[in-house]
């Protein structure tokens, strides 16, 4: 079974607006991740938070962690069209080996 | 890209043949993936290696068989393709050996009839 989940599936916003995807996992973690996959191509990683992290920001992107509720969270601000895809959590929770399990993901469109 | 290439892109074969697939990458990187991607599932783990002739199993495995006789190559095998493993599957590394991110290659789609 998948370790994380996303929420909501898919997601359709105006171009300019927020957008934020939520994730929710099952078993304690050493730390959460989050990915982008355009149509047709691989993953690209995001960015990562440790388990000891409560919040963290790339760019536009802010990704909150709360351990005591199992779930993250990723917030695009002011869109843009080529936000357009798809978007994965991935919990490592390993230690040994670095496998990270991947959630089914939210599809955002981003509407110019 | 991370310098990783997946060899064929595209594949259409029948069911009961075996396929092999090629991840390759160009930096060395000692940890190296196999997932594959179908709706509703996300990406599952099928193996992954962590050296040149260390592999284990992922979440998945049955029916998939890897090989890795050197660092820069990693190869899927089906041993009898069934329509089951339709599916596009990736390729990723990780660099370093903290909890670093994974790095994907682009994907081989890959239908059996």
């Known amino acids: 079974s998948q370790q994380g989940e996303e929420d909501p599936q898919a997601l359709s916003i105006q171009e300019g607006e927020n957008a934020t995807m939520n994730c929710s996992y099952k078993t304690s973690i050493n730390n959460l991740q989050w990915y982008r996959q355009n149509s047709g191509r691989g993953l690209v990683h995001l960015i990562l938070?440790?388990?000891?992290?409560r919040e963290k920001h790339s760019g536009r992107l802010r990704v909150t962690l709360d351990t005591s509720k199992k779930s993250s969270s990723l917030l695009i601000t002011a869109s843009r069209a080529a936000d357009t895809a798809s978007y994965f959590c991935a919990t490592d929770n390993s230690g040994g080996y670095q496998k990270v399990t991947f959630g089914i993901g939210t599809k955002l469109q981003v509407i110019p | 890209d991370a310098g990783i290439t997946q060899s064929p892109r595209h594949k259409v074969t029948e069911t009961g043949t075996p396929v092999t697939l090629r991840c390759h990458q160009t930096?060395?990187?000692?940890?190296m993936y196999w997932y594959r991607q179908d709706p509703g599932h996300g990406l599952r783990l099928i193996h992954y290696?962590?050296?040149?002739?260390?592999?284990d199993k992922g979440e998945v495995s049955d029916g998939y068989s890897v090989s890795r006789s050197k660092t820069e190559d990693f190869l899927l095998t089906l041993e009898s393709a069934t329509s089951s493993q339709t599916s596009v599957y990736f390729c990723a590394i990780k660099k370093g050996t903290v909890p670093y991110e994974q790095y994907f290659g682009p994907g081989t789609r890959l239908t059996v009839t």
């Open positions: 938070i440790r388990s000891n992290e």
């Open positions: 290696s962590y050296g040149v002739k260390d592999t």
């Open positions: 930096e060395n990187h000692r940890y």
